[in-house]
């Protein structure tokens, strides 16, 4: 028997003693099914309102950052999809095959973002040509939408994966959407539009630099269930 198996046997030969201290299994269960699907709501509304506005304010910035959020919507639903195959018996293998290909679909995101901001900054637009109200108006609604998001997340990503994965998608979208405020306001004021750019790689070689424990948490689990 594996040790995934016998962790998920555990689990249950446990279960009784978690409903007396009032963690059930099943409303934590509940919780994060709650979590992921207001959070995928959220995100898909938001994503419309970025292509809009993006398209209104003349910023590629935020149009990008739309499909960014539009790629994290699609991790989430591969998350919770993930999260429903806990409760079968091969379950943890399942779930941490999926979170290994949500974590490496953040990753060749960000490489996606980090590529695109440098030949933004080697090409950059017309500073005049942004909106940048609009921008920081836009952006500083995500910073709120993704961060709420993150917070339903937060009491339960130490003990599941796929949770463990949303928060740091989301946080990392709340991170992005700051740094789109904060160089809008300079480049609102100073004209430098090369730091749009660098604003985008510095915050996501960070986000990539946090998300590289989990890819490897995800890979020791799903090697445990075979």
């Avoid at 409303?27 to 898909?44: E, G, P, Q, Y």
């Amino acid at each position: 028997m594996s040790k995934c198996s016998h962790d998920h046997h555990k689990d249950h030969s446990h279960s009784d003693q978690s409903d007396h201290t009032g963690h059930s299994p099943i409303h934590a269960h509940n919780a994060i099914t709650t979590a992921f699907k207001i959070s995928i709501l959220l995100n898909i509304i938001f994503v419309a309102i970025e292509i809009f506005y993006g398209y209104v304010a003349h910023s590629m910035s935020l149009i990008a950052d739309a499909f960014h959020n539009l790629s994290d919507v699609l991790s989430l639903a591969i998350a919770l999809v993930g999260f429903f195959f806990m409760k079968r018996a091969n379950g943890k293998k399942i779930s941490a095959g999926i979170s290994i290909f949500n974590a490496l679909l953040l990753v060749f995101t960000l490489i996606f973002l980090v590529y695109e901001s440098v030949l933004r900054l080697f090409q950059p637009t017309a500073a005049g040509d942004i909106n940048n109200n609009t921008v920081m108006l836009v952006a500083f609604i995500g910073i709120m939408i993704n961060f709420s998001s993150a917070t339903l997340f937060k009491t339960h990503q130490h003990d599941d994966l796929n949770a463990q994965g949303a928060y740091l998608h989301l946080m990392a979208d709340a991170a992005i959407s700051l740094g789109v405020v904060i160089s809008a306001f300079i480049i609102k004021y100073t004209g430098f539009i090369q730091l749009d750019a660098l604003v985008s790689i510095s915050i996501s070689l960070i986000i990539l630099y946090s998300t590289i424990p989990l890819l490897r948490k995800s890979i020791k689990e799903y090697k445990a269930c075979t």
